[in-house]
């Protein structure tokens, strides 16, 4: 085993050092047990390289989704601080790059914002709005940059039959990088595609991390998130290593699997602060194809009844609103132990309201929804001190009429709203319906 590890080490030295005008390493690091091996076999692959032959920059890009597993997002964290740390004390050319989705692109924006049904295999939306694209606009820039680079993924041929077809696919025999089926100018590099899941688990449960995390507790989260009857063998060093689970770690509010094992097994496991979660991802599952729930059409207009005449389209106002209620009163419940942790961000609230009106919804307002949860006075209206003079300026103007005050505030909210997301598109046709709103309720 050591042989093969000491092997894919030698292959990943010879890599780097050749000449192919260093183009960049762009290695996609999730924290899970491949992408932790892989890193760790890249790391000491570049300890062996002479510091003055250093000169490609390898970068880790780590996609944060907004939606991901609170446990894994704090164990993440944590590694990539360690990571950036020990690279520049070891003089290793690692760089870590944090990406996102855009705000359009968030899960709670294109759900409670726009009425998209949660993702399911047959529409499932989300990969490429919330992983595809953020760290495809990454490797776009270096490319840009750099002319062209290099992706390395941590994919093995073990671990499924798909995934051994799909590498089978796009290797080149005899070669070990291959193009890359959507980006131009970029190639992949798979190092550990015949590494079996014992060979991964000895990596990390034998081998000191380079950074100087402690892996055990990488085994523990997957040892903790195993259902009772889902085990996997494992490489083991001492009695204190059990049988750990094949557990996969992703978005908490995916709807794509019959059913989150891994969060369910963590909840039995004794953290039943993410029992939140747990319900309302399945709350999300059975009320998904509800009829009341849906629109009679989708967002592009196209009808969408079934024979029998249930509504398959978007998600209407009522329960658009109810939703956001679902996430905020989980938000409330579970920050009476994490205090920092939001399941929804001030942005994509924001973002959401900005839709409601554009679409004429005005029954409800998402900041009276918050303010009702959480029993505090927000206001999406009042941003600082100098808005309020603002505010209370306009109000003297208007002080005769108080529906031309209500309209020019509308108006400027939408403005600035739409400026936060850096999409102002359509803002004219949006100020006339608002104005042709107030016209008609003044005749």
């Known amino acids: 085993m050591s042989q093969r590890i000491n092997y894919i080490i030698s292959e990943l030295e010879d890599q780097y050092l050749c000449k192919d005008n260093n183009r960049p390493w762009i290695i996609g690091f999730s924290g899970g047990k491949d992408s932790t091996a892989m890193l760790q076999l890249v790391w000491l692959a570049i300890k062996q390289v002479p510091k003055e032959l250093r000169k490609r920059d390898v970068y880790v890009i780590c996609n944060d989704t907004l939606v991901e597993n609170p446990i894994i997002v704090d164990y993440v964290n944590t590694v990539l601080l360690k990571i950036e740390k020990a690279a520049v004390e070891q003089d ?4 870590v790059k944090i990406t996102r989705p855009r705000l359009e692109d968030s899960f709670w924006v294109n759900i409670i914002g726009r009425g998209y049904p949660v993702p399911n295999n047959v529409f499932r939306w989300c990969t490429d709005k919330m992983k595809v694209k953020p760290t495809a606009r990454f490797i776009t820039e270096q490319v840009a940059e750099d002319g062209e680079a290099i992706v390395l993924i941590g994919t093995r041929k073990a671990e499924s039959a798909t995934r051994a077809r799909s590498i089978k696919k796009h290797e080149i025999r005899g070669k070990r ?3 890359h089926t959507h980006q131009a100018n970029t190639y992949v590099y798979s190092p550990i595609r015949e590494l079996m899941l014992e060979e991964v688990w000895y990596i990390i449960n034998t081998m000191t991390s380079p950074w100087g995390a402690d892996n055990s507790k990488l085994f523990q989260i997957y040892m903790d998130a195993s259902a009772d009857d889902y085990e996997c063998p494992t490489v083991v060093t001492d009695k204190s ?3 750990c ?3 996969r770690f992703g978005c908490w509010t995916c709807t794509v699997v ?3 094992k891994s969060m369910t097994a963590l909840v039995k496991k004794g953290l039943e602060w993410l029992d939140p979660l747990l319900k309302l991802r399945a709350s999300m599952v059975d009320e998904r194809n509800i009829s009341k729930n849906r629109m009679s059409i989708r967002r592009n207009g196209q009808e969408a009844v079934t024979e029998d005449g249930h509504n398959q389209g978007s998600y209407t106002e ?3 609103a109810k939703l956001l209620k679902q996430v905020l009163k989980a938000q409330f419940e579970v920050q009476k132990f994490k205090p920092d942790l939001q399941l929804i961000t001030n942005q994509e609230l924001v973002a959401i309201q900005v839709i409601w009106h554009r679409e004429l919804y005005f029954k409800y307002q998402v900041s009276d929804i918050y303010n009702k949860i959480f029993n505090q ?6 941003k600082d001190e100098k808005i309020q003079k603002e505010i209370d300026l306009l109000k003297n103007v208007c002080k005769d009429n108080s529906s031309d005050f209500e309209l020019i505030q509308e108006l400027l909210i939408m403005q600035k709203n739409k400026a936060l997301l850096n999409r102002k598109r ?3 046709d949006d100020m006339e319906r608002v104005i042709e709103k107030y016209i008609n309720q003044a005749s």
């Not at 290793?92 to 760089?95: E, L, Q, R, S």
């Not at 006075?377 to 009042?382: A, E, L, N, R």
């Open 177 to 179: 990088l291959t193009k």
């Open 426 to 428: 359509g803002l004219k």
């Open 92 to 95: 290793i050319p690692i760089k």
């Open 241 to 243: 290593h059990s049988s």
């Open 377 to 382: 006075g927000i206001d999406m209206k009042v």
């Open 245 to 247: 689970g094949q557990s």
């Open 258 to 260: 019959k059913e989150d």
């Open 318 to 320: 009522i329960y658009k």
